[in-house]
């Protein structure tokens, strides 16, 4: 990463975190859906952008973390808030392992996409039946905790506090993200990714390699939805609908597959987009629409792919980068 | 000119900044009274939101026209809640950011019990726009909402009760429906108000298990069959939306309406008659919200149907028209009424006063704020004579109040 986008990244994480001291409560509720959506299409790309995996049910895997975070609060056990969003990316963790370890083996490509879309349209099916749970309605009023962690309390009850935790938790949950995908681990599955024979014939266990990837995405997956539940205060059998499926896909579209930052920046761009058009009602649909498809077709590499563009040219090079394929190696 | 670093950052940051600025900044409250409108406005639900907008802004035309309120002119401030309780709330938030204290809200349950839990930090007072769920004034009461909609032991039991009262020669009904909760409710509703009824009167009644098609189903031929062959004279179809239509055109092949004494709809009112025109039953029974033939004497009715007449040219206006725009007077009556916006002086104003609606008078019950106005029920069907293919024949009204269930406000209704 240059300089310079460093310096954005520093400024946009300030901005972020003093947002509440001066914006609308609408926005800071936006921003804190967008931080943690964020994070969640992060998740999907560490699939798509480094193990070459595509689901199309991660909405489900979202669904699974939100639903065990608002009946463990409903419960009563908001004194174990930190221990809930661990057992929720583990419940995520577990699933996409049992997804994984079954499906991986016999599909990839677009079959694996379809049948992780059925899954998670089945589990919403399921939940939407399940009085339990508030079947179509849902669980509502799900409380901000307050815990304790030893030395103090922490009450998120009151203000803003919870959108500053989620800030902290989403910051090292992308920290997490990094770390995976700039380690060994990540190397191996961007050499699966683009060629999983020769990697295999290198020794790499690609299938186990897959799995763990297929995992850590349904963990991180969970872990944001488990975020989300007391965030928006409410869950329902939509939380994971096709919508949110669809949402990572279109944030690493937007944002560049190509690029780390990318899903975080798609996803932010197309929050901006959608709240500085909503008061256009029964056109915004159309506007949003129009700009998505105009940046997708004109950066074919997204936005992050532009961006390096323009740095490469603003840094008086003698000849400007090429712009690079959207399935090429990550880069920074 | 020379792009630098610090032209180029300087650059986009302003132009972010003037983009972002009237959104994102606290917006000053003007000389006028703000009232947010929460509902559909895209994806499926879209249909029921347009009909709230747009009774909502006759609302507010009429209301300035009159002068507004206590000299401020009204404003609705409209978002979409993208069909989702996280959109519902995105917009609950921003509009009490920019200081909004007055709300309507509607149309699926699941976005008002998203919002619900907000109105005692935000201090503001709702209208739930024809909301019908039963959780909104029992487990999940708000004593800052009331519910001007219509809850299915009230409509359905009215609609029993009334079916008894028309035809009390009728000993054995027939039911349809999906395996879905909410049409389950309302068959035991209209079960319960039969039912009722009927012994009251000395008689007995008969009412055979619903026979279930799947929701969002196509072909309904071997459930009809099994209904003929029930030999019931009295049918109560549960089917809502396209299910219905496709419903009543499979059975018009097998012509049902000669086959049942009464044929009756829950709550599809004109929608089906506008889809078949010509094909549309003989005979049928509908519960409707508002119905303005069925409010002659009422002046309020009667402007409201005008303007609908004028805005979209149809003269039979789906309910949430008229719903909504109570929802908006009610609203302005009691700022009016108490002077303020504060929700600790509107509330008690909401409870005492009765504004004159489009729907009649417009109470609300104080252990609960549940809606207490009158029930409407309409017969239509086929009419050669008529250019539209169907008119309507007959209508009745039933007090509401009488068949309000159980006030539980806080817990669940048993």
Same mark, same amino acid.
């Given at each position: 990463?240059?300089?310079?986008?460093?310096?954005?990244?520093?400024?946009?994480?300030?901005?972020?975190?003093?947002?509440?001291?001066?914006?609308?409560?609408?926005?800071?509720?936006?921003?804190?859906?967008?931080?943690?959506?964020?994070?969640?299409?992060?998740?999907?790309?560490?699939?798509?952008?480094?193990?070459?995996?595509?689901?199309?049910?991660?909405?489900?895997?979202?669904?699974?973390?939100?639903?065990?975070?608002?009946?463990?609060?409903?419960?009563?056990?908001?004194?174990?808030?930190?221990? $809930?969003? *661990?057992?929720?990316?583990?419940?995520? %963790? !577990?699933?996409?392992?049992?997804?994984?370890? +079954? /499906?991986?083996?016999? @599909?990839?490509?677009?079959?694996?996409?379809?049948?992780?879309?059925?899954?998670?349209?089945?589990?919403?099916?399921?939940?939407?039946?399940?009085?339990?749970?508030?079947?179509?309605?849902?669980?509502?009023?799900?409380?901000?905790?307050?815990?304790?962690?030893?030395?103090?309390?922490?009450?998120?009850?009151?203000?803003?506090?919870?959108?500053?935790?989620?800030?902290?938790?989403?910051?090292?949950?992308?920290?997490?993200?990094?770390?995976?995908?700039?380690?060994?681990?990540?190397?191996?599955?961007?050499?699966?990714? $683009?060629? *999983?024979?020769?990697?295999?014939?290198? %020794? !790499?266990?690609?299938?186990?390699?897959?799995? +763990? /990837?297929?995992?850590? @995405?349904?963990?991180?997956?969970?872990?944001?939805?488990?975020?989300?539940?007391?965030?928006?205060?409410?869950?329902?059998?939509?939380?994971?609908?096709?919508?949110?499926?669809?949402?990572?896909?279109?944030?690493?579209?937007?944002?560049?597959?190509?690029?780390?930052?990318?899903?975080?920046?798609?996803?932010?761009?197309?929050?901006?987009?959608?709240?500085?058009?909503?008061?256009?009602?029964?056109?915004?649909?159309?506007?949003?629409?129009?700009?998505?498809?105009?940046?997708?077709?004109?950066?074919?590499?997204?936005?992050?792919?532009?961006?390096?563009?323009?740095?490469? %040219?603003?840094?008086?090079?003698?000849?400007?980068?090429? /712009?690079?394929?959207?399935?090429?190696?990550?880069?920074? | 000119?020379?792009?630098?670093?610090?032209?180029?950052?300087?650059?986009?940051?302003?132009?972010?900044?003037?983009?972002?600025?009237?959104?994102?900044?606290?917006?000053?409250?003007?000389?006028?009274?703000?009232?947010?409108?929460?509902?559909?406005?895209?994806?499926?639900?879209?249909?029921?939101?347009?009909?709230?907008?747009?009774?909502?802004?006759?609302?507010?035309?009429?209301?300035?026209?009159?002068?507004?309120?206590?000299?401020?002119?009204?404003?609705?401030?409209?978002?979409?809640?993208?069909?989702?309780?996280?959109?519902?709330?995105?917009?609950?938030?921003?509009?009490?950011?920019?200081?909004?204290?007055?709300?309507?809200?509607?149309?699926?349950?699941?976005?008002?019990?998203?919002?619900?839990?907000?109105?005692?930090?935000?201090?503001?007072?709702?209208?739930?726009?024809?909301?019908?769920?039963?959780?909104?004034?029992?487990?999940?009461?708000?004593?800052?909402?009331?519910?001007?909609?219509?809850?299915?032991?009230?409509?359905?039991?009215?609609?029993?009760?009334?079916?008894?009262?028309?035809?009390?020669?009728?000993?054995?009904?027939?039911?349809?429906?999906?395996?879905?909760?909410?049409?389950?409710?309302?068959?035991?509703?209209?079960?319960?108000?039969?039912?009722?009824?009927?012994?009251?009167?000395?008689?007995?009644?008969?009412?055979?298990?619903?026979?279930?098609?799947?929701?969002?189903?196509?072909?309904?031929?071997?459930?009809?069959?099994?209904?003929?062959?029930?030999?019931?004279?009295?049918?109560?179809?549960?089917?809502?939306?396209?299910?219905?239509?496709?419903?009543?055109?499979?059975?018009?092949?097998?012509?049902?309406?000669?086959?049942?004494?009464?044929?009756?709809?829950?709550?599809?009112?004109?929608?089906?008659?506008?889809?078949?025109?010509?094909?549309?039953?003989?005979?049928?029974?509908?519960?409707?919200?508002?119905?303005?033939?069925?409010?002659?004497?009422?002046?309020?009715?009667?402007?409201?149907?005008?303007?609908?007449?004028?805005?979209?040219?149809?003269?039979?206006?789906?309910?949430?028209?008229?719903?909504?725009?109570?929802?908006?007077?009610?609203?302005?009556?009691?700022?009016?009424?108490?002077?303020?916006?504060?929700?600790?002086?509107?509330?008690?104003?909401?409870?005492?006063?009765?504004?004159?609606?489009?729907?009649?008078?417009?109470?609300?019950?104080?252990?609960?704020?549940?809606?207490?106005?009158?029930?409407?029920?309409?017969?239509?069907?086929?009419?050669?004579?008529?250019?539209?293919?169907?008119?309507?024949?007959?209508?009745?009204?039933?007090?509401?109040?009488?068949?309000?269930?159980?006030?539980?406000?806080?817990?669940?209704?048993?």
């Amino acid at each position: 990463m240059n300089r310079l986008s460093t310096y954005l990244l520093v400024a946009l994480a300030a901005i972020l975190l003093l947002l509440p001291l001066w914006a609308n409560s609408g926005l800071v509720f936006l921003t804190g859906t967008t931080i943690i959506v964020a994070v969640f299409a992060l998740s999907w790309n560490l699939l798509f952008g480094y193990a070459g995996l595509a689901s199309f049910g991660s909405g489900g895997l979202f669904s699974i973390g939100a639903y065990t975070m608002a009946v463990m609060l409903r419960q009563g056990y908001e004194g174990q808030f930190l221990l $809930l969003i *661990v057992l929720a990316t583990l419940a995520g %963790g !577990v699933v996409a392992f049992a997804i994984g370890f +079954v /499906a991986l083996r016999r @599909s990839t490509g677009i079959f694996l996409a379809i049948l992780t879309l059925a899954l998670a349209e089945l589990l919403r099916i399921t939940l939407a039946k399940i009085h339990w749970l508030g079947a179509e309605d849902g669980i509502p009023s799900i409380v901000r905790p307050t815990f304790s962690i030893g030395f103090a309390t922490v009450d998120l009850s009151r203000g803003n506090s919870y959108y500053w935790f989620v800030c902290i938790a989403c910051a090292l949950l992308v920290g997490l993200t990094w770390w995976i995908a700039h380690g060994r681990f990540g190397r191996t599955l961007r050499t699966i990714r $683009l060629d *999983v024979e020769r990697a295999a014939f290198m %020794g !790499v266990d690609t299938h186990r390699y897959r799995l +763990v /990837a297929f995992t850590i @995405s349904g963990a991180i997956a969970a872990c944001a939805g488990a975020l989300f539940a007391p965030w928006a205060q409410i869950v329902t059998p939509d939380i994971g609908n096709m919508m949110r499926s669809t949402q990572p896909i279109l944030f690493t579209l937007l944002g560049g597959a190509s690029s780390f930052w990318g899903p975080l920046i798609g996803a932010f761009l197309f929050s901006a987009i959608e709240f500085s058009t909503r008061t256009l009602v029964g056109i915004q649909e159309i506007i949003t629409g129009g700009i998505l498809l105009a940046v997708v077709l004109m950066f074919p590499t997204g936005v992050a792919g532009a961006w390096n563009a323009l740095i490469a %040219g603003l840094s008086a090079r003698p000849e400007p980068a090429k /712009a690079a394929p959207a399935l090429q190696p990550v880069k920074e | 000119m020379r792009l630098n670093r610090r032209h180029f950052l300087t650059t986009t940051a302003a132009g972010i900044g003037a983009l972002a600025m009237p959104g994102i900044l606290r917006a000053a409250q003007g000389d006028t009274v703000r009232i947010g409108l929460i509902t559909t406005l895209s994806g499926p639900g879209q249909l029921y939101g347009n009909y709230i907008k747009d009774g909502s802004e006759i609302a507010v035309e009429r209301l300035n026209a009159a002068g507004g309120v206590n000299g401020s002119k009204i404003e609705l401030v409209v978002r979409d809640d993208k069909n989702s309780p996280e959109g519902a709330v995105t917009a609950f938030r921003e509009l009490t950011g920019d200081g909004i204290k007055l709300f309507a809200q509607g149309t699926f349950t699941a976005n008002l019990l998203g919002t619900l839990p907000l109105l005692e930090e935000a201090d503001v007072t709702m209208m739930m726009v024809g909301a019908s769920a039963l959780a909104l004034t029992h487990e999940a009461y708000n004593p800052r909402a009331f519910r001007l909609g219509f809850s299915s032991p009230m409509c359905f039991g009215g609609y029993g009760n009334l079916m008894a009262q028309k035809h009390p020669e009728i000993e054995k009904w027939a039911m349809l429906r999906s395996d879905v909760t909410a049409l389950a409710d309302i068959t035991n509703a209209f079960s319960n108000g039969l039912k009722a009824e009927k012994v009251k009167a000395g008689r007995t009644v008969e009412i055979l298990d619903p026979v279930l098609v799947p929701y969002g189903g196509a072909d309904f031929r071997n459930q009809i069959s099994n209904i003929i062959g029930s030999g019931a004279p009295g049918l109560f179809n549960v089917l809502q939306g396209a299910d219905a239509i496709s419903y009543y055109k499979q059975a018009r092949t097998f012509g049902l309406d000669q086959k049942f004494k009464v044929l009756c709809d829950s709550a599809n009112e004109f929608a089906i008659a506008k889809a078949m025109g010509a094909n549309t039953p003989a005979s049928l029974w509908s519960w409707t919200g508002w119905y303005p033939a069925a409010n002659k004497d009422n002046a309020v009715s009667d402007e409201v149907h005008k303007a609908y007449i004028k805005l979209r040219g149809d003269e039979y206006p789906n309910w949430y028209i008229g719903v909504s725009h109570d929802s908006i007077l009610t609203i302005a009556n009691a700022v009016q009424k108490a002077g303020s916006m504060e929700a600790a002086k509107l509330i008690p104003t909401i409870e005492t006063e009765a504004p004159q609606g489009a729907l009649g008078k417009i109470h609300f019950r104080k252990e609960d704020h549940g809606f207490a106005g009158d029930l409407t029920y309409i017969r239509f069907g086929r009419d050669d004579k008529n250019a539209n293919g169907w008119s309507v024949f007959e209508t009745a009204q039933l007090p509401g109040a009488e068949f309000l269930e159980r006030a539980t406000p806080g817990s669940k209704l048993n």
